[in-house]
């Protein structure tokens, strides 16, 4: 039901990427429950998972979730039962998130949210963040002409990481692999423009954002009831979020960048993996 794993190295600020797996509301109920929480806290400088923590939580109408799961997370009115309630868990999950550099696929629209909802029902203050990695943000700027929709599970299936299984610590580890498969792209990318760039933009099969044919612009539930972006003909994608997301880690690729100028493929191949190992 509740598993954690801990081991960490220094008192320096982590990255944790964070994930909520929760019940899709319906037109007679609007209101989101979480039913499960997963974070790993990770080293900035080595990328490497410290800190493990996942739970089942059990929202206080058990009606709300369904009999049978209509995804392939499993997470039926079953499974949580037995679960903790969110403030039996309320202490770890603060003490997961407080203080840190929050990162995750859509969670500046979606589970930064859903966290202050559930901490406000209890009647205690959220946890706050020093950062936001946003990998929708990051990835639809950098890779959102070449690998279509932004879904987690679109970009797993563009880089071979296999399929999304919708529950919260396995979608997180997956998160982290993409940014680092984006990481390794790009640092290639920017050492040989003459061989690799050219090849992503001249493609005729490259999927391109969504684009509006009647110019109108989705409401403010459907922008957060989704943990994915919607990929229909009508919705006009925005990204309103920075470049300067990924902060120490792409200044530490351009670190690398220069040092392996001028250097064979095999000596940047290295380079890459001391950035992402």
């Given at each position: 039901?509740?598993?954690s794993n801990?081991?960490?190295?220094?008192?320096?600020?982590?990255?944790?990427?964070f994930d909520?797996?929760?019940?899709v509301p319906?037109?007679?109920?609007?209101?989101?429950?979480?039913?499960e929480f997963?974070a790993i806290?990770?080293?900035p400088?080595?990328l490497?998972?410290m800190?493990?923590?996942?739970?089942?939580i059990?929202?206080?109408?058990?009606?709300?979730?369904?009999?049978?799961?209509g995804?392939?997370?499993?997470i039926t009115?079953?499974?949580v039962?037995?679960a903790?309630?969110?403030?039996?868990?309320?202490?770890?999950?603060?003490s997961?998130l407080n203080g840190?550099?929050?990162?995750?696929h859509n969670?500046?629209?979606?589970?930064?949210?859903?966290?202050?909802?559930?901490?406000?029902d209890i009647?205690?203050p959220?946890p706050?963040?020093?950062?936001m990695?946003?990998?929708l943000g990051v990835?639809?700027?950098?890779?959102?002409?070449r690998a279509g929709?932004?879904?987690m599970?679109?970009l797993?299936?563009y880089f071979?990481?296999?399929?999304?299984k919708?529950?919260?610590?396995?979608?997180?580890?997956?998160?982290?692999?993409?940014?680092?498969?984006?990481a390794?792209?790009?640092?290639?990318?920017s050492?040989?423009?003459?061989v690799l760039h050219g090849?992503?933009?001249g493609?005729p099969?490259i999927m391109?954002?969504s684009?509006?044919?009647?110019?109108?612009?989705p409401?403010?539930?459907?922008i957060?009831?989704?943990k994915?972006?919607p990929?229909?003909?009508?919705y006009?994608r925005?990204?309103?979020y920075t470049?300067?997301?990924l902060?120490?880690m792409?200044e530490?690729v351009?670190?690398?960048?220069?040092?392996?100028?001028?250097k064979?493929?095999?000596?940047?191949?290295?380079?890459?993996?001391?950035?992402?190992?």
């Amino acid at each position: 039901m509740e598993a954690s794993n801990s081991g960490k190295e220094s008192t320096a600020a982590e990255i944790v990427f964070f994930d909520l797996e929760t019940t899709v509301p319906n037109r007679g109920r609007k209101r989101f429950w979480v039913l499960e929480f997963g974070a790993i806290v990770v080293c900035p400088k080595k990328l490497v998972e410290m800190e493990s923590y996942s739970t089942l939580i059990r929202p206080k109408d058990l009606s709300v979730v369904s009999l049978r799961s209509g995804r392939c997370d499993g997470i039926t009115r079953a499974v949580v039962a037995n679960a903790p309630a969110f403030e039996e868990v309320a202490d770890k999950i603060f003490s997961i998130l407080n203080g840190r550099v929050w990162a995750g696929h859509n969670i500046q629209r979606f589970d930064c949210i859903r966290i202050k909802e559930a901490f406000a029902d209890i009647g205690r203050p959220a946890p706050l963040p020093v950062g936001m990695i946003d990998s929708l943000g990051v990835l639809t700027d950098k890779f959102g002409r070449r690998a279509g929709n932004m879904k987690m599970a679109t970009l797993a299936a563009y880089f071979g990481l296999g399929q999304q299984k919708h529950r919260s610590l396995d979608d997180v580890r997956m998160n982290l692999e993409v940014l680092k498969h984006c990481a390794t792209v790009l640092f290639l990318e920017s050492s040989l423009p003459s061989v690799l760039h050219g090849k992503w933009q001249g493609s005729p099969t490259i999927m391109t954002r969504s684009r509006s044919n009647t110019g109108k612009l989705p409401s403010r539930e459907e922008i957060s009831s989704r943990k994915s972006p919607p990929t229909s003909s009508g919705y006009q994608r925005t990204v309103p979020y920075t470049r300067a997301s990924l902060g120490k880690m792409t200044e530490t690729v351009r670190d690398l960048l220069c040092k392996a100028q001028g250097k064979p493929l095999n000596n940047l191949l290295r380079h890459s993996h001391t950035l992402l190992r």
